[in-house]
Structures are given as structure tokens and as C-alpha cells.
């Protein structure tokens, strides 16, 4: 069985600042790793994901996550936030041969203007 | 290119009726996964199908909750006898090709109320 943590279920951050939502995971095997976000009222659009290869993993809107196999974790980092950016972030885990996603509970982000 | 449409969109029903939440994919897309989400909780897995087959409902409760994908037309996921708890946001994904670390592409989901 695998699982995944999201220990932050609200971060506020000040507009223009840098920003890094947690997640960490579990699984017996190897996994894939997806970072969603979901604005208000609307359905899952993909960040970025991580198959293999490079463990820094670059997505849409500036963000990025870096894999750490050591310490199970898929963080999401921004350098610097927009309004715009408010969201719910989710972290996901898949793995080989298993196609459903197992989702974290979920990170608020609220941008402070 | 229209993506993964859900409707309706809200969708509210008194305790003991049926609710049908249907789940158009994407063009060409051949496999649709069903996802539930309770007030504050992240996305849970319910079933994924393939057309005319269910290839994986081990999230499906056992009993009230069916899905099917048939030949031609939508996607449906039906809920009979529906209870307060079945109250959520029911999320329809697609994607082109099955297999783990294909992208699956979600629509805007159902919200389902349970009165």
C-alpha cells in the first residue's frame, strides 16, 4: 500500500516571496510523483510530475519539485508567489503497473498581498 | 479541443433517491478513472474503466455504487439509495493511454448534496 503526507494544510505567504509546500510519501516500490492544484470550484490541472531520470522536475507557472529518494519526500518550491497562485495543492504517488493516483489531504496556499 | 466534461456540475438529492454523475472524456481518450472527495479530504480512487470494462473498483463501496463505460456515450457513475455521507465532490478523470505516470486529465467534478 502506499500513502502520502501533505503536513501543511494551510501555508500564507507574503506576495513576491519564495514558498515550499511538503510532501512525503510511502511505498513499497518504486513510484511515480505528481504535484496537482485546484482553484476554486474547478477540477485537477497537473504541475509537474516525476517519472524518472532528473530529480529536480521543473513544471508550469514557475514552480518546481525536487525528488528525494532517501527521504521519501516530492517538495514543491516557488521562488517567488503570486495572487494568482492561490490554490489547494495536492501531491500524488503512483506506481508501475497500479494506474489510480493516491492523493494527499491537500495544502492551502493564500498569498498575502 | 474540449476536455473532461462532468454534468451536471451540482447535483442534489434527497436521501434514498438515485443520482446518475456522468463523465465525458477527452477526445480519443479511452480510459476514465472516478475520484471522490469528501468535505476537507484529498481525492480518493474510486474505479477505472476502460471502454466496456472495469479494469480496477477496488475503491468502490461495495454496496450502492456502480460505474460504467460503455461503447458509445458517457461515462456514468451511479449511486443508488444515497445517504448523507455519500455528500461530496465526485471528479471524472481521462487519459489517452493507461499505465501509471500517464497524465490524467481531470474534469471540473460533480458536487453532490444529500439532503
Known amino acids: 500500500a502506499q500513502s502520502v503526507t501533505q503536513l501543511d494544510s494551510q501555508v500564507p505567504v507574503f506576495e513576491e516571496a519564495p514558498v515550499e509546500l511538503r510532501c512525503n510519501y510511502s511505498?513499497?516500490?518504486?513510484?511515480?510523483l505528481f504535484w496537482y492544484v485546484q482553484y476554486p470550484n474547478q477540477g485537477l490541472q497537473l504541475l509537474l510530475k516525476?517519472?524518472?531520470?532528473?530529480?529536480l522536475v521543473k513544471g508550469i507557472n514557475g514552480f518546481e519539485a525536487e525528488f528525494n529518494k532517501s527521504q521519501t519526500s516530492f517538495h514543491l518550491r516557488k521562488p517567488s508567489v503570486h495572487i494568482s497562485d492561490t490554490a489547494e495543492y495536492f501531491c500524488?504517488?503512483?506506481?508501475?503497473?497500479?494506474?489510480?493516483?493516491?492523493f494527499g489531504t491537500g495544502t492551502r496556499l493564500t498569498i498575502i498581498p | 479541443n474540449a476536455g473532461v466534461m462532468q454534468n451536471p456540475r451540482h447535483l442534489v438529492r434527497r436521501r434514498g433517491q438515485e443520482a446518475r454523475l456522468r463523465c465525458s472524456p477527452m477526445k480519443g481518450h479511452s480510459h476514465v478513472y472516478w475520484y471522490r472527495q469528501l468535505p476537507e479530504e484529498g481525492l480518493k480512487f474510486m474505479v477505472y474503466l476502460q471502454k466496456e470494462n472495469i479494469i480496477d473498483e477496488s475503491g468502490m463501496p461495495k454496496e450502492r455504487f456502480s460505474a460504467e463505460f460503455p461503447k458509445e456515450g458517457p461515462s456514468i457513475l451511479r449511486i443508488q439509495q444515497v445517504v448523507r455521507g455519500d455528500s461530496a465532490a465526485y471528479f471524472c478523470?481521462?487519459?489517452?493511454?493507461?499505465?501509471?505516470?500517464?497524465?490524467?486529465?481531470f474534469g471540473p467534478g460533480t458536487r453532490l448534496t444529500v439532503l
Open positions: 500524488a504517488v503512483s506506481n508501475f503497473g497500479n494506474e489510480k493516483l493516491t
Open positions: 516525476y517519472l524518472s531520470g532528473s530529480t
Open positions: 478523470a481521462s487519459s489517452f493511454v493507461g499505465g501509471a505516470g500517464n497524465e490524467q486529465f
Open positions: 511505498s513499497s516500490v518504486s513510484v511515480y
